[in-house]
């Protein structure tokens, strides 16, 4: 009540002293039309050799500037250029409405020469010549009637204040270092309007601006909530620099207008009174009118003061028995690396730490003013998150849970985040807030994959591990048996030398014991248990050897081509064993060819760094010789490629292929130290590239 009361008396007080607070302008009762006495020679000939000038203001700055929309400029600012212009015969050539930024760079650029009405400010004196002020009104401060109270400019830190840009209470409120939060609009209107529909939580204007806003769109929502530190706000007539002359010009002009001139421009705007010049048999009167009610007023403003002590006494014990609170809110609130974000029940952000702009690639102010919660979450999301977590939970509960979704960078780029958000209410149980914490989970799931992969290789190996031990077992009892068979045929056949029939039968049990035993040795292989006699070779020299045996066992229709590395270095192995691997590499090739086709040999030398390694575990890093075996066959699909090693796996059909080919080959290669990789596209063909550990050694 007590405060509804004081904005009144703010009110009145200043109606009241609004007088005293315009500049009082010397009164010249001579014939305006007589100004060619006043003007020097340079002047007038500035006259005349400018009889037009471009003249530009504020868009929506009523009742000073503004513009209809007819696109007429409008506004007590105006109204004195036209009147004092018209003295001199030039003639003002209205722009377009422009932002009032835009103003401000095209005066700069000398495409305005004249602006209606602007505040001096040091940055625009530097390409601006200012008049005498002309205009001259408190700063107020606007808010709703039921907001908190406000007292003055220190109630505004942390509070959402309503500006438009480059104005220059904008300017003022950054150079005085009081934090607000900046809610931009375009125009005086706008921010106004942003005040009486809640956007923002107050304004700071010129009393007139205020009054004329509030009167004409019925903004009864709204009141003065305090008077500003801030000196009274002063309009000027600004001209451009180079123009020295148009602004002493105007000057002249402004002290010949009679205070009659003033109240017709005026009130034709303003519905108070002003009145410029005050004579002696009026000075009783206004002493009546203005001392009784200020008398008054003094009265009501003691008795507030009083009041106003006690409040903020109150308001200061609570302050600081929050601060140390907020303080250590406002820590955990910027250095957390987790991010902390809050929307309204709409998803529109409110305010966000650096963590989370920095996890979105945002600025705070582009969070704020461009981009809502929606904008951020792919769309596969936004129905599932609304439904479950939204409705079920948050609505219901007031806490989500933790639980995981995607967000889109500002970069277009999609990554995991994990996050757990909480609702606040308001007394009437509607949500009107949210607060996230919301971490980024990229890294955490490319080490899980990681570990999966790493865990599927040991797995893999492990299980070849296993293979092998018992293929090693098996052979070695299966070779021993085969040994003490083929060694009785062999004996039992020399001495039955008369016996054709019989002797036909032994032989066909040793042709099966020695295919048993070339079985015996590719399990032997495959196990990394067959005898070798390892020697220090190039393998170019024994590729070159094989070369006639290979052709022969691929047939006409295959052509081989041999592609060898001459400056090859040298391996330690077994010839027999390189032998092994060609004619099984080259054995599938031929299977995986339908008609004509060509298998394609190379060497070269390698170098496996820890990158690689890192990259393919199993694999150590030095110096390698690579045996490059590829054909354009068939090819094979992704899923058979790890198992393809594995003793007696194959895609053939039954009767053509043991399964054991691709097993021994990979057997050699480890028995050697070496390992080996194969890529594989359907209908593209395979290659194979075995890599043997480079022999340092002399001896060849």
């Not at 066909?508 to 070779?537: F, G």
């Amino acid at each position: 009540m007590i405060k509804s009361s004081v904005n009144t008396i703010y009110i009145i007080c200043f109606i009241l002293i609004l007088n005293f607070l315009m500049p009082y302008q010397t009164v010249n009762s001579s014939d305006l039309s007589d100004v060619s006495s006043i003007l020097t020679p340079e002047e007038k000939t500035w006259i005349s050799n400018h009889p037009v000038l471009k003249v530009n203001g504020p868009k929506a700055f009523p009742p000073f500037s503004f513009f209809e929309d007819t696109g007429d400029a409008k506004g007590i600012a105006y109204d004195y250029l036209m009147l004092i212009m018209g003295q001199i015969g030039i003639k003002l050539e209205v722009a377009s409405p422009l932002p009032w930024p835009e103003v401000l760079n095209k005066a700069k650029a000398k495409e305005i020469d004249i602006i209606s009405c602007v505040a001096k400010a040091p940055d625009r004196e530097e390409y601006l010549s200012f008049s005498d002020p002309y205009l001259t009104f408190p700063l107020v401060i606007i808010s709703r009637r039921e907001s908190e109270f406000i007292g003055g400019l220190d109630d505004l830190k942390g509070r959402k204040v309503a500006m438009v840009k480059k104005n220059i209470v904008y300017e003022w409120l950054n150079r005085d270092k009081i934090a607000v939060v900046s809610h931009f609009e375009e125009s005086a209107l706008d921010c106004i309007k942003s005040v009486s529909s809640g956007k923002a939580e107050a304004y700071i204007d010129n009393l007139a601006s205020a009054v004329y806003f509030i009167e004409k769109y019925g903004l009864t929502n709204l009141k003065v909530a305090a008077p500003t530190a801030y000196q009274n706000y002063d309009l000027h007539i600004a001209v451009r620099k180079d123009f020295p002359e148009l602004s002493s010009i105007i000057n002249k002009l402004l002290k010949r207008l009679t205070s009659d001139q003033h109240t017709q421009i005026r009130n034709r705007w303003l519905s108070v009174r002003y009145e410029y010049g005050i004579s002696p048999d009026d000075l009783k009167r206004w002493g009546l009118i203005i001392g009784t009610p200020l008398f008054i007023i003094i009265s009501l403003i003691i008795f507030w003061n009083r009041r106003l002590k006690l409040e903020i006494a109150e308001r200061k014990r609570v302050e600081n028995a929050l601060s140390e609170s907020q303080r250590r809110y406002s820590e955990i609130f910027e250095t957390s690396r987790d991010g902390f974000v809050f929307v309204d029940s709409e998803g529109k952000f409110i305010d966000a730490n650096q963590a989370y702009c920095t996890m979105l690639g945002y600025t705070l102010e582009e969070l704020t003013h461009k981009a809502n919660f929606y904008e951020i979450t792919p769309r596969i999301w936004r129905d599932w998150e609304l439904k479950e977590i939204w409705e079920k939970r948050l609505l219901k509960e007031g806490y989500s849970g933790i639980y995981e979704k995607e967000y889109i960078r500002k970069d277009g780029t999609i990554f995991p985040v994990e996050l757990q958000s909480y609702t606040f209410f308001d007394e009437s149980g509607e949500p009107y807030y949210l607060w996230g914490i919301v971490r980024d989970i990229t890294s955490r799931n490319l080490a899980e994959e990681e570990r999966e992969r790493l865990r599927e290789q040991l797995y893999q190996a492990q299980k070849m591990e296993s293979i092998g031990r018992l293929a090693g077992g098996i052979a070695h009892d299966f070779n021993n048996m085969l040994g003490v068979i083929l060694g009785q045929t062999e004996l039992a056949m020399a001495q039955i030398h008369d016996v054709a029939l019989l002797k036909n039968k032994l032989t066909q049990i040793r042709n099966a014991t020695e295919r048993s035993m070339n079985l015996t040795r590719q399990l032997l292989a495959y196990a990394r248990k067959q005898t070798i006699t390892p020697k220090v070779v190039n393998i170019n020299e024994l590729l070159e050897g094989m070369l006639k045996v290979l052709r022969d066992l691929m047939g006409n229709h295959i052509e081989i081509i041999l592609l060898p590395d001459y400056a090859l270095w040298l391996v330690k192995i077994d010839p027999t064993q390189l032998d092994q691997i060609l004619t099984n590499l080259c054995v599938n090739a031929r299977d995986a060819i339908s008609g004509n086709g060509k298998v394609t040999i190379e060497t070269e030398n390698t170098v496996c760094d820890q990158e690689y390694c890192d990259a393919n575990p199993g694999v150590t890093a030095g110096e390698y010789v690579q045996l490059i075996v590829s054909d354009d066959g068939c090819g094979m699909e992704r899923e058979y490629l790890e198992k393809i090693f594995e003793p007696f796996f194959t895609t053939k059909e039954v009767g053509k292929g043991t399964g054991l080919g691709l097993a021994t080959v990979y057997g050699i290669v480890k028995q050697n130290q070496g390992f080996i990789k194969v890529d594989s596209k359907l209908d593209m063909g395979t290659t194979f590239r075995i890599y043997f550990p480079r022999c340092n050694c002399s001896e060849s």
